[in-house]
T-cell receptor
Framework: GNSVTQMEGPVTLSEEAFLTINCTYTATGYPSLFWYVQYPGEGLQLLLKATKADDKGSNKGFEATYRKETTSFHLEKGSVQVSDSAVYFCALSPANTGNQFYFGTGTSLTVIP | NAGVTQTPKFQVLKTGQSMTLQCAQDMNHEYMSWYRQDPGMGLRLIHYSVGAGITDQGEVPNGYNVSRSTTEDFPLRLLSAAPSQTSVYFC?????????????FGEGSWLTVV
């Protein structure tokens, strides 16, 4: 079946620290992979995505690389800011289904000044 | 700039009451869906639709009904509210088919059943 496993939170970092949130997946074929971010009291917003192996998605200083060999899509940022405090969701959309999405449980990040 | 619009944002219901969460999108997306978000469980798919007149069940459909009479609207009905349905509900939409389609979410509806 299809599933996403992401690291448990919460994660607390100091401003300018390096961030890694691990995400691994199980899927048949070649799914598309996504990171969504949810700020307090808001809906989920697309942060970045990758649609094929070795693609790197990037946005707002965040990056994630689609690793087929390790079935992973880890989110990284070199220097976090207080404004990055949010919940981050890893998700996959299986190949040829168009829109079926499977989400991880979310990782809460708090960045302290 | 409307995107996906959900109403109401907050609602308190008594056990056994019924209500409808409204969802509308203005992006001409074929695909629409409803998720619920619960602590420690991420997002779980309730129902989805791939076009007007077509709906299907997701992972947790019990206690909910949907219909899709137009491309734009996809209301979610709670038939007889139960405390277990206390949750945050998100409507979402995207284009159907292909790979890597982005799914767009509404801002959420916070529902409490007492």
């Amino acid at each position: 079946g299809n599933s996403v496993t992401q690291m448990e939170g919460p994660v607390t970092l100091s401003e300018e620290a390096f961030l890694t949130i691990n995400c691994t997946y199980t899927a048949t074929g070649y799914p598309s992979l996504f990171w969504y971010v949810q700020y307090p009291g808001e809906g989920l917003q697309l942060l970045l995505k990758a649609t094929k192996a070795d693609d790197k998605g990037s946005n707002k200083g965040f990056e994630a690389t689609y690793r087929k060999e390790t079935t992973s899509f880890h989110l990284e940022k070199g220097s976090v800011q207080v404004s990055d405090s949010a919940v981050y969701f890893c998700a996959l959309s299986p190949a040829n289904t168009g829109n079926q999405f499977y989400f991880g449980t979310g990782t809460s990040l708090t960045v302290i000044p | 700039n409307a995107g996906v619009t959900q109403t109401p944002k907050f609602q308190v219901l008594k056990t056994g009451q019924s209500m409808t969460l409204q969802c509308a999108q203005d992006m001409n997306h074929e695909y629409m869906s409803w998720y619920r978000q619960d602590p420690g469980m991420g997002l779980r798919l309730i129902h989805y639709s791939v076009g007007a007149g077509i709906t299907d069940q997701g992972e947790v459909p019990n206690g909910y009904n949907v219909s899709r009479s137009t491309t734009e609207d996809f209301p979610l009905r709670l038939l007889s509210a139960a405390p277990s349905q206390t949750s945050v509900y998100f409507c979402a939409s995207s284009y159907w088919g292909g790979a890597g389609n982005t799914i767009y979410f509404g801002e959420g509806s916070w529902l409490t059943v007492v």
